[in-house]
C-alpha cells in the first residue's frame, strides 16, 4: 500500500498540481479545500502527511493542526504559506507543524522533505 498524503489548499490549480506531482512519486493523495473539509476527511481515514496551506476559507492550517494536535494526531505536517514571516513560522512550529515552507517554492523541495519523512520513519 501507497503511503499517504493529504492535500489540503484552496486553491484547485494548486492542489491539483500537488496531487499530480505527488501521485507520479508514487503516492496515494487525497484532496481537502480546507480544514473543515480535512478534519471531515480524517474521520475516516488515516493520512501519514498533510501539506497544508496556512491561510484558507473556513478554517486555516494553524486552526487544523492545533485540532489534530488536540486529538492526539501525530500525522506529520508540513505547512506551506505565501505569506511566511519569522513571527508566523514561529506560531506554527508551536502549533504543531512539523515543517514550514514559504512560497514559492520548487516543487523538487516538497517532494524531498516528503520523502525525508517516509525514510526517517522507515529506518527509525
Not at 78 to 87: E, K, L, Q, R, S
Amino acid at each position: 500500500m501507497s503511503p499517504t498524503v493529504m492535500i489540503v489548499e484552496d486553491d484547485p490549480a494548486t492542489r491539483r498540481l500537488y496531487r499530480f506531482l505527488l501521485a507520479n512519486s508514487g503516492y496515494a493523495v487525497v484532496e481537502a479545500e480546507d480544514g473543515v473539509a480535512a478534519l471531515e476527511q480524517l474521520q475516516t481515514m488515516a493520512v501519514d502527511v498533510i501539506i497544508t496551506d496556512m491561510n484558507m476559507p473556513r478554517m486555516g492550517g494553524l486552526d487544523l493542526v492545533r485540532t489534530l494536535r488536540e486529538s492526539n494526531s501525530e500525522v506529520y505536517v508540513i505547512m506551506v504559506t505565501a505569506f511566511g514571516t519569522p513571527d508566523t513560522e514561529k506560531h506554527a512550529f508551536r502549533a504543531g507543524v512539523n515543517e514550514y515552507l514559504t512560497k514559492p517554492f520548487e516543487f523538487e523541495e516538497l517532494e524531498r522533505r516528503v520523502q525525508g519523512y517516509f525514510s526517517r520513519r522507515s529506518s527509525a
